[in-house]
């Protein structure tokens, strides 16, 4: 069997009972886009490198600029792209601008795909 093969049943047999489980379970479609659009998000290097940032410690821009190597405007572009999905927070301590993640989701969502790609 070719391995092209393997991704497809040999014969036509649907479960129903599994089918009706599975639909009964299904995501909203409101759900299903709202999470696609955090995914996209985090289909980034340079936003992923500055979550992983993130998780270790509070950063200011200043830093966060340096960490990842990039000028502070681009690093703002990601980081307001980052903060309008929420996966940032930010507060303003006199004229710096402190960055964190947004909640304990973004941590767990980080380290599970760090584990995964570890455990290959």
Known sequence: ???????????????????????AEMLTNDAVH??????????DAT???ILHALSKRELCVCDIAAVVQMGQSAVSHQLR??????????????????YSLDDEHISLLLSQGIEHIAHR
């Open 81 to 98: 792209l980052l903060r309008g999905s929420r996966l940032v927070k930010h507060r303003k301590e006199g004229k710096m601008v402190w």
């Open 47 to 49: 936003r992923i490198k």
């Open 1 to 23: 069997m070719r391995e092209q093969e393997c991704d497809v049943c040999e014969q036509l047999c649907e479960h129903p009972q599994n089918i009706c489980l599975a639909k």
């Open 34 to 43: 709202q999470l696609a659009e955090i995914f996209k998000i985090l289909g």
